[in-house]
C-alpha cells in the first residue's frame, strides 16, 4: 500500500516499474476522486485500492 501521493512522472513510473511482474490484481477500488479546474484544464487525483 503506498501510504502518501506520489508527485510527478518519474516517482510513479519508479514504483509501477518496481511492481512489475510482482503480482495480479484480481479487484480495483477508485477512492476519493476529486475533480479541480483551472480555467479550460482539470485535473483528477484520486486514490487506487486494489487486491490480488
Known amino acids: 500500500m503506498q501510504e502518501k501521493r506520489l508527485d510527478g512522472f518519474a516517482a510513479i513510473s519508479d514504483l509501477y516499474e518496481s ?10 477500488e477508485i477512492k476519493n476522486p476529486k475533480v479541480q479546474l483551472y480555467g479550460e484544464t482539470a ?6 485500492e486494489s487486491w490480488a
Open 43 to 48: 485535473i483528477l487525483t484520486y486514490n487506487l
Open 19 to 28: 511492481l512489475r511482474g510482482k503480482g495480479k490484481v484480481d479487484k480495483y
